[in-house]
């Protein structure tokens, strides 16, 4: 079975370091989506491209995240500086999009990164 | 604005029986609608969806109904066994207007004792 890759799965820094989160999508994917698991937020969107640009950053603080897609075989989402307020999971997924019919297959998901800001 | 809301943080049910879990939401603009299941430590695993233009679909032990005129939708799970302990994230998209992107519920702790 096809899976989206994440690395790493485990991160533990001191606040204001620079932390950078990886994903590889699925083969054959053109949709890629970054989300932001808390206990207190459930499941939150961060930003999402489609054919390697950016479609949506809207809920990234954007001061201090930001999300490229160098290949189309790699997605980053990078944290400068971090702080502990963004210990949390991160998660990846990916999906194909059919534009002609505007439908879309489920997106799949990474086994995420867990955060730790100290 | 929760647009997509579980309102049990979880249900305990015994091997065999039926479980249902419940999602409701407010965007009319959604249209297409999933659940997810999630085991500590790992992602998101897809489980079942539906289009707005059905009212149940099923896959196995697993059957989602909606009720757009409720905007309502809920998962049955018949018999339930205890591998389906899990969370459960109910998830909406509204496809021509945003491309695929999802709202999820906060999600709900489904415990099956044997």
């Known amino acids: ?118 | 604005d929760q647009q997509v809301k579980q309102n049990s943080p979880s249900l305990s049910v015994q091997e065999g029986r039926i479980s249902i879990l419940n999602c409701d939401y407010t965007n009319s603009m959604f249209d297409y609608f999933l659940w997810y299941k999630k085991y500590p430590a790992e992602g998101p695993t897809f489980l079942i969806s539906i289009s707005s233009i059905k009212d149940k679909n099923e896959d196995g032990r697993f059957t989602v109904f909606l009720n757009k005129s409720a905007k309502h939708l809920s998962l049955h799970i018949v018999p339930s066994q205890p591998g389906d302990s899990a969370v459960y994230f109910c998830a909406a998209s509204a496809q021509e207007t945003s491309g695929s992107r999802l709202t999820f519920g906060e999600g709900t702790q489904l415990t099956v004792n044997p």
């Open chain 1, 1 to 118: 079975d096809a899976r989206v890759t994440q690395t790493p799965r485990h991160k533990v820094t001191e606040m204001g370091q620079e932390v950078t989160m990886r994903c590889q999508p699925i083969l054959g994917h053109n949709t890629v989506f970054w989300y932001r698991q808390t206990m207190m937020q459930g499941l939150e969107l961060l930003a999402y491209f489609r054919n390697r640009a950016p479609l949506d950053d809207s809920g990234m603080p954007k001061d201090r995240f930001s999300a490229e897609m160098p290949d189309a075989t790699l997605a980053t989402l990078k944290i400068q500086p971090s702080e502990p307020r963004d210990s949390a999971v991160y998660f990846c997924a990916s999906g194909l999009v059919l534009f002609r019919l505007g439908r879309s297959q489920p997106q799949h998901f990474g086994d995420g990164t867990r955060l730790s800001i100290l």
